[in-house]
């Protein structure tokens, strides 16, 4: 019998892998299924973006293997769009790569710069792949706080306590995912001179900036973050083309590097069509952001209702594609209760505990459901 690596058994199926076989499952048997769990926006990208990818089917270059670094245009485009929108001046030959999605970048750079042993600090809560990937490179993952009480932003006095010195790689992600939590630049600048007081890579991961934020920010705006820092960035949620797999690694030229040796041995560059059309994207205005602003206000309004509802305390002051709630007083699981919510009244929402033990007593709304249908899910709570 073929048995499997041994670090298969230091992680598990990614929740939402194996959560939405089941809930695929009840929508199969009739149920009628409001699936409010996953972060996966239902609008559609700009038109152009649609326009270009078409227009690049019929170009001799397009189905050919692509440069690993991206079209020049296209690195140029990322350049553009962060001077356009956090004022940050980036080399696109040097210090910008584009990716298949960001959540590669996580891979990439953990294989980059982690060693078997080396610690990585990950915040609870905090994106689950944070965690698997570390563990599946090896390295050992410490978990950092992040709590009510500090309004979801690191106490640097509990981490200067900690054993920093085998400490390589802190994950970081302002606006703060599942919580929503701002984060700001005066964070952002503690956070960089801890980075080079210790000598750790500092990895901002940056998807959800646009989403109902009025002051979108970047890690890289803070003076001297490129001595120690990269960002990732994401065409997902911004642009509504998360199944595209669009993304990008930014910072430090010599870090960009090492991502690279990785990166150029593990694919062979992305689609013509699908960079064309992130060319594109990436030249929206102001009025895109706002336009997709006042759907996602108006989801969020339903949404803190329908938490209200359910006996919740909406956390009013978060940013970003969710909706974070504390449960009821007395209820001790969050788990069972949202299958309970799914099971009796078909709506699924996702249990906190999967980002990390502070995450129980908590659950999230993904604002990636109509209007109608949250009104829907509203009313299935009616008596």
Known sequence: MITTAKRLDTIEEYYFSSKLREVRQLAIEGKPIINMGIGSPDLLPPQVVVDAVRLAMSDPNAHQYQSYQGLPELRQGMAQFYKKNYNVNLNPAAEILPLMG?????????????????????????????????????????????????????????????????????????????TGARGSLDLFSKLVA??????????????????????PMSLLQVEGAQEVALELNSLSKTFNMAGWRVGMVLGNAACIDAVLKVKSNMDSGMFF?????????????????EEMNIIYKKRRVLTEQLAEQLGCQVYKEGVGLFVWAKLPKGITSAEKFIDEILYEKSIFITPGTIFGSNGEGFIRFALCVKEEKIQEAISRFKV
């Open 194 to 215: 801890f980075a080079k007081k210790h000598q750790i890579l500092l990895v901002n991961d940056n998807p959800y900036s646009f989403v109902l934020n009025d002051n």
């Open 102 to 178: 960001s959540k590669e970048g996580i891979m990439h750079i953990s294989l980059a710069f982690l060693n078997e042993g080396d610690h990585v600090l990950i915040p609870n809560p905090g994106y689950p792949t944070y965690t698997s990937v570390t563990n599946l490179v090896g390295a050992i993952p410490v978990f950092y706080d992040l709590t009510e009480r500090t309004n979801w932003e690191p106490d640097f006095e509990a981490l200067e306590k900690l054993d920093l010195s085998k400490v390589k790689i802190m994950w970081i992600g302002y606006p703060h995912m599942p």
């Open 273 to 289: 069509g699908i960079q064309k059309g992130a060319i594109e994207a990436l030249k929206s205005d102001k009025s895109w952001f």
